[in-house]
């Protein structure tokens, strides 16, 4: 069993070093983001893994707040890019920034 | 307490093999961030070890606990995750999509164009094709009219 948990502390220290890999690389912020959340669920993963390995039960707290918090930084990242995206794509369409009144922008969600 | 002990191995071993299938789907949403092209592509490598990996290390976690306080601890962590993960990948691909962080000729049916086209959203992209929806239409007198899909 002991070689069972090596093997997957072996596997998820690589997936965590790959999406770290694409967190700094990402072209975009949006594979940034797609990357950190990755490296977030490999450490979930970590967690639950150590318990196991260990036999304690102390951290599943961590792995509850870890889960519940998990969509927080995303959400943000995700709302603060698409606005600014969004409007210099418009901005570079129409040529004139003040085309699109900000009711329309809101009015979207 | 004589049949105790191997079940309990037995459990342990199931344990380790159920970690090791969690670790094996977090390897492979690597392998996706890494191999796919754009971001939506990568956002659906991503959401494989979110529930179905937390699945597998969570129940390998109350198999080698074995108790009842364990598994009540333990069933949050599962919920929540099942809450979460769904709202932040639509979030993460509404971003990807109005970025226009993909490549159209990829995809088979893109729904949401006719909806940009009829909303008039002349920012987002799918909105220079206009399809057959916004035919014949004036977009932005239309859009104040009916309710479009996505409210």
């Known amino acids: 069993m002991s070689i069972l948990i090596i093997i997957a502390s072996a596997i998820l220290s690589v997936a965590a070093i790959v999406a770290l890999w694409r967190v700094v690389r990402g072209p975009s912020i949006v594979d940034r983001v797609i990357g950190s959340d990755v490296l977030l669920t490999t450490l979930i993963l970590v967690v639950g893994t150590e318990m196991v390995a260990t036999g304690h039960t102390r951290t599943i707290p961590l792995m509850v707040v870890l889960a519940a918090t998990a969509l927080l930084g995303t959400v943000a990242v995700a709302r603060f890019v698409t606005r600014p995206e969004a409007t210099a794509t418009h901005t570079a369409a129409t040529g004139s920034a003040s085309a699109q009144p900000d009711g329309t922008e809101k009015g979207m969600d | ?151």
């Open chain 2, 1 to 151: 307490m004589v049949d105790a002990e191997p079940w309990a191995s037995i459990l342990d071993i199931v344990a380790g093999v159920l970690l090791v299938g969690g670790a094996l789907l977090s390897l492979a949403a690597a392998v996706g961030l890494v191999r796919f092209p754009d971001a939506l592509s990568r956002l659906h490598a991503a959401t494989k070890p979110q529930i179905l990996g937390l699945v597998l290390v969570v129940v390998a976690l109350a198999l080698s606990q074995r108790s009842w306080a364990a598994l009540l601890l333990l069933t949050p962590v599962i919920v929540l995750q099942m809450l979460t993960a769904p709202i932040s990948a639509h979030m993460v691909g509404r971003a990807g999509y109005r970025t226009g962080d993909f490549d159209p000729s990829t995809l088979v049916v893109d729904e949401l164009a006719a909806d940009v086209a009829d909303a008039g959203r002349s920012d987002l992209p799918g909105s220079s094709d206009p399809t057959d929806r916004a035919t014949g239409r004036a977009p932005r007198s239309d859009a104040s009219g009916e309710p479009s899909g996505e409210a």
